[in-house]
């Protein structure tokens, strides 16, 4: 009964919201394709990592991976990123690449600093009206290729290549526009992407990558690169970034899972499947700014329990601001691809007019 009930619930009530969102949505969309509202368009390759779901894909890591790609080809890359729930994402700022210890999360928000930290050329920028603030800083970089962090949705302003990124753990029933599902516009969108990246590939059957693969090529155009990846992790770090415990070492160590990130749940599989006993799971919302009172009582649990406390690499981005100890480590992950990253990499070099070789 109960089962029923929330199935006339969603076509009768939830049903007429999504469908609206949707064709708010590809309204948008055709507004900007067929010229009635204009884009922004600057003299520089720029290439969009976003995606159409909510919750986390991976585009930090990608955009981490991306630009020291572009680093390794000589150029000099930025990154565009509204930088969310910072004092800055109504503004404007700017980091550049390898400021470890200089800026505030707090100003930033989280996602920049640790996108700047893994760069060692080029700069980000901050803020949410992203064409403006490129204008502002533009020839204080004087970048090669321009990163735009979530941007499939920021139609207004004109990119050379978009990828689009989906979590692979996403079970298929939640593949509906919101409210109904996890959607932030339909798959028909897809049509605008010019590469498909899955992410947390090697953590689902084979079947169940089949079958989105399978969804969503009935709405990308074919020929088009289509890539997976999973993480490595590089081992757990402490504050200073320093390698304090291999992963083959933390089989049996008792664990206090911290995090403040869309989906902790990968984290904790992470964890586990190189044998930690995880002891306790706190959990904050995304995006969270630690405090010192909440450090003192993660701290004061991981004494009663002599257990270590582990974060995500973002996480520690504020944590490292509010304090700094032994006993607070963070995995360093790397995207790992299994398949589709030559020709990923082929299509970002053909639209900033380098050789594929």
């Known amino acids: 009964m109960k089962l029923m009930d929330n199935k006339v619930f969603n076509k009768f009530v939830l049903s007429p919201f999504s469908i609206a969102w949707e064709n708010v949505y590809r309204i948008r969309r055709s507004f900007y394709e067929y010229g009635l509202f204009k884009k922004k368009y600057f003299k520089v390759p720029i290439i969009s990592v976003g995606n159409v779901t909510f919750g986390g894909t991976g585009k930090t890591p990608m955009i981490i991976y991306l630009t020291n790609k572009m680093v390794e080809l000589g150029l000099t890359p930025a990154v565009l990123t509204r930088g969310y729930k910072g004092d800055l994402e109504h503004a404007s ?158 089989k049996g160590k008792e664990v206090i899972a911290l995090t403040a990130i869309a989906s902790p749940d990968s984290f904790y599989q992470l964890l586990e499947d190189h044998g930690a006993t995880i002891v306790d799971r706190i959990v904050y919302p995304d995006h969270y700014l630690f405090t010192q009172m909440d450090m003192n009582e993660i701290l004061h649990k991981s004494t009663q329990k002599n257990a270590i406390i582990v974060t995500s690499e973002k996480d520690m981005v504020k944590v490292r601001r509010v304090i700094q100890d032994d006993r607070i480590l963070y995995v360093n992950i790397s995207v790992d691809f299994i398949s589709g990253e030559e020709e990923l990499l082929a299509g970002i070099k053909k639209v900033i007019n380098l050789d594929s070789d």
Do not use: C, W
């Open 93 to 250: 700022g700017i980091i550049y690449g390898g400021q470890r210890f200089r800026s505030n999360p707090k100003q930033f928000g989280d996602e920049p600093l640790l996108i700047s930290r893994k760069m060692s050329k080029g700069a980000v920028i901050v803020g949410k009206k992203r064409a403006d603030n490129l204008r502002k800083f533009f020839h204080e970089i004087s970048p090669d290729v321009v990163f735009l962090d979530d941007g499939f949705q920021h139609i207004q302003l004109y990119r050379s290549f978009n990828i689009v990124l989906f979590d692979a753990g996403l079970p298929l029933e939640r593949y509906k526009t919101a409210p109904l599902g996890y959607l932030r516009e339909g798959l028909t969108s897809l049509k605008d992407a010019d590469a498909i990246v899955l992410s947390r590939a090697d953590q689902v059957s084979t079947e169940q990558m089949d079958e989105l693969s399978k969804l969503l090529s009935k709405f990308h155009r074919k020929g088009i690169p289509t890539a997976k990846f999973g993480y490595r992790p590089d081992g757990l770090f402490d504050s200073f970034d320093k390698l304090k415990i291999e992963m083959s070492d933390l």
